[in-house]
């Protein structure tokens, strides 16, 4: 397979109409691609909180409609990062509406296949963790190839997530991010770990630039199941583009099968 990762300069001199109508772009050159990834809430910004409440959008939205045909345009898998997400709340009052960080994924036919609501809020009672509605579906998409397992940035810290979406029939993690600068060091392990111990590739797309005052890691990387890292960025806005083997993930886990040894689950009996 070949994946590109688009690592988004989001700054906040650019309007989130005019960011949309070139991710689309980028998007449309990417032709002949297998996947592509964007990064997490790159319309507005990861930490743009102000913000959310003003760019939120349904499912349908602007963002989806603009992702849906260029996926199509280009005949790739997207997964189109995440966006803002003004669910439906029955009342009719947008205000009274919930906010989710929702990841959408598309067909090379531009059909929405995938929604993830981001599991694990970032915040610590404040911003994303108080603003946003917590997920509570683990979410897998099946191409030809492999078998996506789908998280967002700060549910990288949360290995159990991972080992369910393995439980799930993942092979290949794809995670959208909008990572610090300040954490970068973490950003690189916590993906390579998350591959050793799953024995799966993991695809890891951030944000460039400076947004709502917070310089970004940059830094996508591309881990395959044994760690290595077969491809990483730089700090600014970039195309990451790579080659891998999904079958290196079967033969892995054959030729080391540490999963096979586990005790412990959310099953195991405490006292």
């Known amino acids: 397979m070949r994946a590109s ?3 988004i300069d989001v700054n906040d001199d650019e309007s989130v109409t005019s960011r949309r109508g070139r991710v689309a772009d980028l998007v449309r050159d990417q032709a002949g691609v297998d996947l592509v ?34 996926a199509s345009d280009a ?27 929702t990841s959408l994924v598309y067909s090379p036919a531009g059909e929405l296949v995938a929604a993830y609501r981001k599991i694990h809020r970032f915040g610590f009672d404040k911003g994303e963790a108080v603003m946003m509605g917590a997920g509570t579906e683990l979410v897998t998409v099946r191409l030809p ?29 794809v995670l959208p991010a909008g990572w610090p600068e300040r954490r970068r060091a973490h950003w690189t392990l916590l993906a390579q770990a998350r591959a050793v111990e799953n024995q799966a590739y993991v695809l890891a797309c951030g944000t460039a630039g400076t947004h709502a005052g917070v310089p970004q890691a940059g830094h996508s990387i591309v881990v395959d199941p044994w760690g290595e890292v077969l491809a990483e960025a730089g700090p600014g806005e970039e195309i990451l583009t790579v080659d891998f083997d999904p079958a290196k993930v079967a033969a892995t886990r054959e030729q080391f099968p540490a999963l ?11 006292h």
């Open 145 to 173: 190839e492999t078998v996506l397992g789908v998280a967002t940035c700060y549910d990288l810290r949360f290995p159990e997530l991972f080992r369910g979406l393995v439980d799930a029939g993942a092979q290949t993690f």
């Open 75 to 101: 005949g790739v898998w997207l997964h189109a990062g995440s966006i803002p997400e003004r669910a439906a709340s029955g009342t009719g009052s947008a205000a009274e509406s919930p906010l989710y960080n």
């Open 5 to 7: 990762l688009l690592q």
């Open 37 to 70: 990834v964007l990064p997490e809430l790159w319309t507005t910004g990861a930490f743009a909180y102000d913000g959310f409440g003003a760019e939120a959008e349904p499912l349908d939205g602007p963002t989806h409609e603009a992702m849906s045909k260029a």
């Open 260 to 270: 096979k040894d586990r005790r412990l689950g959310l099953d195991t009996p405490t």
